[in-house]
């Protein structure tokens, strides 16, 4: 079994910054790809970014191309997600997803774990 820890949320005014970090722990962690979504009150959950663990590529939704960076460190299991230039639009629960075999990266249900989120909210 696989456990995934967000951790890194919090209350930041418009044009700000956080960091997320997602720290896996478990039985040997090997995921294709590890992935974040999130989900605003009243909202499905929708892609964010995802990265391949073995490095080779990583994804961005649009709403966050150019503002969001996924990275990992594969040394501490772990997955980041530096947001900047923060919008209020971007307030939600952000989770951290692990997909172990290869699949579609944004789409939530070809992921197998799933971390128990952290709230990001953006004032304006």
């Known amino acids: 079994q696989v456990q995934l820890v967000e951790s890194g949320g919090g209350l930041v005014q418009a044009g700000g910054s956080l960091r997320l970090s997602c720290a896996a722990s478990?039985?040997?962690?090997?995921?294709?790809?590890m992935g974040w979504f999130r989900q605003a009150p009243g909202k499905e959950r929708e892609f964010v970014a995802a990265i391949i663990w073995s490095g080779s590529g990583s994804y961005y939704a649009d709403s966050v191309k150019g503002r969001f960076t996924i990275s990992r460190d594969n040394a501490k299991n772990t997955v980041y997600l530096q947001m900047n230039s923060l919008k209020p639009e971007d307030t939600a629960v952000y989770y951290c997803?692990?997909?172990?075999?290869?699949?579609?990266?944004?789409?939530?249900?070809?992921?197998?774990?799933w971390g128990q989120g952290t709230q990001v909210t953006v004032s304006s």
């Open positions: 997803a692990a997909a172990l075999s290869g699949a579609l990266p944004v789409a939530a249900g070809n992921y197998d774990y």
């Open positions: 478990g039985r040997t962690f090997s995921p294709y790809v």
